[in-house]
Every structure is written in structure tokens, then in C-alpha cells.
């Protein structure tokens, strides 16, 4: 089943990518050991899967769709997936307006911004607006409805703004300061 050409092809294409699976389950997790962990299963899933995959396909895009999915299986392996109360749901209608962020942001402030984001939307911001895939591959990725990852982004996309402005320089930030005279 398996020969050393099957095996440098993967240690080839798949290894690389270690580093960004990682960064990506750590955001999607948030917690360090969790997150080797589930690489760790990533790659023994697709070490496993490997005689599946198509070779000149993008093998990124299938890396990050067992991380997903080994992600997803982990959540519902440690806890009940819960939905939003009645309490919970006012949340979304009642965040207040923030000003725009910065236009320059450091690495470190969008991603201290983006760990305060819940990780159901955390996931899908990373997918989209970080690693730019489109809806349709962050739909296949995270094995979620096309509508559930474009109202996930959007709800995602209001609660960091609130997050990043915080980084914004007060020139920015305060559009309603009086002008001098």
C-alpha cells in the first residue's frame, strides 16, 4: 500500500505545512497543547488517508480540511456544543458601533483582537480574510453550510472590530473630535 515514493511524497508536500496547521488550530483552539494534539491527529488521519488524496490537487486545502475536521471531532469529543440563549442572542443585536481600526496593525494587535473572538467564528475569519480562501472552500474546510460560514464571518467580522479599533491611533479613532480653530 504504502512505499518510500508514497512516503516522500508526503513527508514532501505535508510537513511544511506543520508550522500553519499549528498557528491555526492554536487561534482555532486556543489552548497550546490542544492544538498539538489535534496536528498531531491531523497528520496521523492523512498519513493514513494519504493513498486517497489527488495528486496535483492543493494538498493545503486538504491538510487543512482534516485539521478541521479532527478540530470539529475534538470540540464535540470535549464538550456539548451549546447555542445561544435567550440571554446570549441579544448579544449580536446590541454590539455598539466602533470606529474603523487602524489602517497599519501589527501582526501581534489583530491577533490578540482575533483571540477575543469566539472560536466558532475565529475559525472561519482565519480561513477567510487570513489565509483568503473563498466560502466555498471555508464551507468544505470546516464542513459547514456556504450560509453558515458567510453569517459566521460577518457576526465574527463585528465582534473583532470592537477589538481592533483599541489599536487604532486616536487621530483615527475619535472621528467626532472638534476641529481646532
Do not use: C
Request: proline residues 6%.
Amino acid at each position: 500500500m504504502f512505499n518510500s515514493q508514497n512516503m516522500n511524497e508526503f513527508e514532501d508536500g505535508a510537513l511544511p505545512l506543520r508550522n500553519l496547521l499549528y498557528g491555526t488550530a492554536r487561534r482555532a483552539l486556543g489552548n497550546p497543547a490542544e492544538a498539538e494534539d489535534v496536528v498531531q491527529e491531523t497528520y496521523l488521519q492523512a498519513w493514513k488517508s494519504f493513498h486517497r488524496f489527488q495528486p496535483g490537487t492543493d494538498l493545503r486545502a486538504w491538510m487543512f480540511k482534516i485539521l478541521f475536521h479532527v478540530i470539529q471531532h475534538h470540540r464535540r469529543k470535549s464538550w456539548r456544543l451549546v447555542t445561544a440563549g435567550e440571554d446570549e442572542s441579544g448579544i449580536f443585536k446590541s454590539i455598539a458601533y466602533e470606529p474603523p481600526a487602524a489602517q497599519e496593525l501589527r501582526d501581534e494587535d489583530f491577533i490578540a483582537a482575533l483571540d477575543q473572538v469566539p472560536q466558532y467564528f475565529r475559525s472561519v475569519i482565519l480561513l477567510a480574510d487570513v489565509y483568503e480562501y473563498s466560502y466555498k472552500e471555508v464551507s468544505r474546510a470546516l464542513g459547514i453550510p456556504l450560509g453558515t460560514v458567510m453569517s459566521r464571518l460577518s457576526r465574527g467580522r463585528q465582534m473583532l472590530r470592537p477589538h481592533l479599533a483599541r489599536f487604532s491611533s486616536p487621530a483615527v479613532s475619535d472621528v467626532r473630535a472638534p476641529l481646532a480653530a
